[in-house]
């Protein structure tokens, strides 16, 4: 059984006071997220990332398809008893405390009386609020609320998380922490299903792709089939000014920074570069084969198709 | 009722007590009800009238303040504030957030009542020095005005479930005036010929009828509530309030939050 199956989900609105003109927020979506995975939701902004995660929540109603979490409908009160959502910058009851908040969302979960606070302290302690106690939510930084936010996302041991742009807001440290919880979220055999449009978070996370652009799909991917293609090119590091024009002269592309070079050439070119290195006694850092990046991969989805270009 | 339910009914109340606007419009009433022992002291001979009048009147419009003041924010503040996005990713249906909102406003009502009456009792003690059995009338009348509240809570939560926060204080303040003079309107229907009588009439019965939940004169001056009524106005003010709950419920049910 999938996680997710989504079968050409749509939504959209109508928008104007008198002469109403529909507005397409996503086109028929067609996509499946496998157990276990973690599943990388890509697009820039206003792409659609968050319409998707509203409708397969239940938040707004589809125009059209259908989406089946579990093997469950979307409004299957026992599906959404298996699930956790973030939302994107989560707002939350900020006259309650940080356990409070976390005891009523067990209670409306269904998480037993009995086990409800060793759980709730559990979760703060897992997401590095041990000791927030009786300060209520209205004083928490904006780190701290989204720390809250997967807190709660993941009290009731939900097998399948949503998580709508989990780093947003963050400082560099709170991101690599809210990476690494969701390294362990995947270690205990979770299915993440989450939106971002940082990159390098998605190749560090996720298992596959998708890359969503003007409320349309246009690509799914595993990211090691993606990141794993060369371009018959190699990247080369040393130290040295004195060997730049030599390997220049072979057309190379050259970055100099201080002392050090970078060049980005052809792969036949490797051994002539490495001769006029060694002539030029220039200290070699590495030669690297340049693979394709995420990044490549995402600008490439998102340029206009045929069809915008005609347009 | 669903534990759910009741979760978010006591959530609801969490957040009432914890606000302060609420003890501010309780302690506005408590100092009317301390006036009137003033007012009633320069009313010669009318002292436990004025005193009546002006304590059950104080009760009964801040007590109309808060529900308007809060019912009003009871889905749109969380529709706005997106906090009702993670409890409704959880198995909680969208009647039961809609019946849990509305038990939990009222059952903070209905303390709040409590407390704005004990300060009433204690003022019509100091002045009167004891009560007597017409007294028992009293609490007929607050019992009326509880129920007045749970009427104008389920309209604000109505108005709530579809447009702005203004917009739902305009329309419930407007239906609480309305309904304040509803046996004027009806009598003013009888009045008329034609289809204008029709759409007086419609209009007279489905606006809710404050007026009969209004003894407070008649207890001041010491007049029995008869049975019949304290039975009707109950059934009325229950179905009301059931009847605007559902509508609510129908709104939101089908309400897309963007």
């Known amino acids: ?77 026992r599906m959404k008893a298996m699930i956790g959502f973030l939302p994107e910058q989560p707002y939350f009851y900020d006259y309650l405390t940080a356990p409070e908040l976390l005891e009523y969302y067990a209670q409306l979960s269904g998480v037993p009386a009995h ?34 936010g997967i807190a709660q996302a993941i009290l009731h041991d939900p097998k399948v998380v949503f998580l709508d742009e989990p780093m947003s807001g963050l400082d560099p440290m709170g991101r690599r922490e809210v990476r690494d919880l969701m390294l362990g979220l995947k270690q205990e055999g979770k299915t993440i299903f989450f939106s971002t449009h940082i990159l390098s978070d998605a190749e560090a996370l996720c298992d596959r792709v998708a890359v969503l652009h003007k409320g349309e799909l246009r690509g799914v991917g595993a990211v090691a089939d993606l990141t794993a293609a060369t371009h018959a090119r190699v990247e080369v590091l040393w130290h040295g000014l004195e060997a730049l024009p030599a390997v220049a002269a072979l057309g190379a ?46 600008v490439e989805k998102l340029a206009p198709t045929p069809a915008e270009m005609a347009r | 009722m669903s534990a759910r ?54 009760i009964s419009l801040f007590g109309v303040a808060i529900a308007i003041f809060i019912g009003i924010g009871l889905v749109s503040k969380e529709i706005e504030k ?30 709040n009542t409590l407390l704005m009456a004990i300060g009433f009792f204690a003022a019509l003690l100091y002045s009167a020095g004891g009560f007597s059995g017409s007294d028992l009338w009293l609490l007929v009348a607050i019992y009326f005005i509880v129920l007045q509240f749970i009427v104008v809570t389920a309209l604000a939560l109505l108005f709530s479930a579809f447009s702005s926060p203004t917009l739902s204080a305009v329309f419930t303040l407007a239906l609480f005036v309305i309904g304040t003079f509803a046996e004027d309107l009806r009598a003013f229907a009888a009045m008329t010929q034609g289809a204008t009588r029709w759409l007086a009439t419609g209009v007279a019965y489905l606006v809710p009828n404050f007026a009969a939940l209004n003894v407070i004169s008649s207890v001041a001056h010491g007049q029995s509530v008869a049975g019949a009524l304290v039975f009707y106005n109950t059934v009325y003010s229950l179905f009301y309030a059931a009847a605007a709950v559902s509508g609510a419920v129908l709104i939101f049910d089908r309400r897309n939050l963007k």
């Not at chain 2, 009914?9 to 408590?30: M, S």
């Not at chain 2, 003033?38 to 059950?56: C, D, K, P, T, Y």
């Open chain 1, 1 to 77: 059984m999938s996680a997710i199956e989504i079968s050409g989900l749509s939504k959209s609105y109508r928008i104007g006071f008198w002469r109403k003109r529909p507005v397409v927020a996503l086109k028929p979506l067609h996509l499946v997220v496998e157990e276990g995975e973690v599943f990388g939701y890509l697009g820039p902004n206003g792409a659609g990332k968050t319409t998707t995660l509203k409708l397969l929540m239940g938040l707004i109603f589809p125009s059209g398809g259908s989406a089946r979490i579990l093997g469950m409908e979307i409004d299957d009160p």
């Open chain 1, 115 to 148: 086990e409800r606070r060793r759980r709730v302290q559990t979760m703060l302690e897992r997401v590095g609020l041990p000791d927030v106690g009786r300060l209520q939510l209205r004083k928490f930084s904006k780190g701290m609320l989204q720390r809250v």
């Open chain 1, 253 to 298: 592309e050259c970055h100099p920074t201080g002392e050090s070079v970078r060049a980005v050439l052809a792969e036949e070119q490797v051994d002539a570069v490495l001769d006029a290195l060694r002539r030029h006694t220039a200290r070699l850092v590495s030669v690297t084969p340049v693979r394709t990046t995420l990044e490549d991969y995402f």
């Open chain 2, 5 to 58: 339910i009741a979760h978010i009914a006591f959530n609801t109340f969490r957040e009432a007590v914890r606000d302060r606007v609420l003890y501010n419009l309780i302690l506005f009433a408590l100092l009317l009800v301390g006036a009137s022992l003033l007012v009633g002291q320069i009313s010669i001979g009318i002292e436990r009238i004025v005193i009546i009048n002006l304590g059950l009147t104080a």
């Open chain 2, 82 to 111: 997106k906090t009702l996005y993670t409890i409704l990713s959880r198995p909680v249906r969208r009647w039961e957030f809609i019946v849990g909102k509305f038990g939990g406003l009222a059952w903070t009502l209905i303390v």
